[in-house]
C-alpha cells in the first residue's frame, strides 16, 4: 500500500504556492491547507478593531488565543481559481475579505509576533495530522511538519512574482498599479524573510523549485512525479508534526 504522505510547499508570496499546492493535493486526494489564510484571517480581526491591535503584542497574542479560525476544503467544481480553502473566522465566511493588499500588509506585520505563531502553529499541525495532506506557507518544512516526507521550497523572480498578483487584481476589477504590487510584495518579502521567529528560509532538505518559468500545471506535475516516488518508499521517513 502507499503511503499517504504529509507535503509542506513553501515560499514567497506570489511564488504559487497555493494555485500550485491546490492542483497537487487534488491530482493526488490529499486534503490541501493554506496556511497563509489563518493569518489573513487573524489580521482581518485586528483590523476591524480599528487596527489597534496592531500595535500591541500583548493584544495580538490575546486576540489569536481567543479566535476561532477553520480552514474547510472548496470542492474543485468551483471555478474561482483565486479560492483555495473556506476560511471561517469565529463561524464568519471570510474567504473574499481576507484577500486585499491590507489584510496581506497587516498578515506579515501579525505574523512576526511569537505568541500568534505559537497559537496559529498549533492549529495548522491539529488541521494536518491526518497525513495526506499538502500545507502551504512559510515555515511548514521548518517548523509546523519538520518531519514531513517532501518539502518543496518554490521561487521565481521578484518581478515575475509581483506581476502574477497584479494580474490577479486586474482580473477581479481592482485598480492597482504594478509598481504598488510590486512594492508591496518587495516588503513583505523583507519583512518575512528578516522576520525573528521562523523566518521565511529553504529547510536544508527542501527541493529548490524556481517556477518563474513554468505555469501551475507543469510546477505541479513536477512536484506530484517527486511525491509518488516518496510514497513507495519504505517508511524511513517520519511525516507530520513534533512529537
Ligand atoms: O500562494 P502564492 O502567493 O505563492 O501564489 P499563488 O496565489 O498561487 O499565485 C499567484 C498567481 O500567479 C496566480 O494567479 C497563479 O495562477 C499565478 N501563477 C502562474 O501564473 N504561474 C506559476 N507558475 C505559479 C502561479
Ligand atoms: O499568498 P501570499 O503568499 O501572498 O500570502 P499568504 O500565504 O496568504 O500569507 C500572508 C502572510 O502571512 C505572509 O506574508 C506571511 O507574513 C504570513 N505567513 C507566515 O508567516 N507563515 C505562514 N506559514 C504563512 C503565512
Excluded: C
Excluded at 504522505?5 to 508570496?13: N, S
Excluded at 476561532?68 to 471561517?88: A, C, F, M
Excluded at 464568519?92 to 497587516?106: F, G, K, L, M, P
Excluded at 498578515?107 to 511569537?114: D, L, M
Amino acid at each position: 500500500m502507499t503511503k499517504r504522505l504529509t507535503i509542506a510547499i513553501d515560499g514567497p508570496a506570489g511564488s504559487g504556492k497555493s494555485s500550485v499546492a491546490r492542483l497537487v493535493a487534488e491530482r493526488l486526494g490529499y486534503l490541501y491547507l493554506d496556511s497563509g489564510a489563518m493569518y489573513r484571517a487573524l489580521a482581518l480581526k485586528a483590523l476591524r478593531n480599528n487596527g489597534g491591535a496592531l500595535d500591541s503584542e500583548a493584544r495580538l497574542e490575546e486576540l489569536a488565543r481567543a479566535t476561532d479560525i477553520e480552514l474547510r476544503p472548496v470542492p474543485s467544481s468551483l471555478q474561482d481559481p483565486t479560492i483555495h480553502n473556506r476560511v471561517l473566522l469565529d463561524g464568519e465566511d471570510v474567504t473574499h475579505s481576507i484577500r486585499t493588499n491590507e489584510v496581506a500588509q497587516a498578515a506579515s506585520r501579525v505574523a512576526t509576533i511569537a505568541g500568534v505563531r505559537e497559537v496559529l502553529v498549533a492549529a495548522q499541525q491539529r488541521a494536518g495530522s491526518t497525513g495526506g495532506v499538502v500545507m502551504e506557507g512559510r515555515d511548514i518544512g521548518s517548523v509546523v511538519f519538520p518531519r514531513a516526507e517532501l518539502k518543496i521550497f518554490l521561487e521565481a523572480t521578484p518581478e515575475v512574482r509581483a506581476e502574477r498578483r497584479w494580474k490577479e487584481h486586474s482580473e477581479k476589477g481592482e485598480k492597482v498599479g504594478l509598481a504598488e504590487v510590486m512594492e508591496e510584495v518587495r516588503e513583505r518579502d523583507k519583512r518575512d524573510t528578516e522576520r525573528i521567529v521562523s523566518p521565511l528560509l529553504r529547510a536544508p532538505e527542501a527541493v529548490l523549485v524556481d517556477n518563474t518559468a513554468m505555469n501551475v500545471e507543469e510546477t505541479a506535475r513536477l512536484i506530484i512525479m517527486l511525491a509518488r516516488e516518496r510514497e513507495k518508499e519504505p517508511r524511513n521517513r517520519q511525516g507530520g508534526a513534533p512529537s
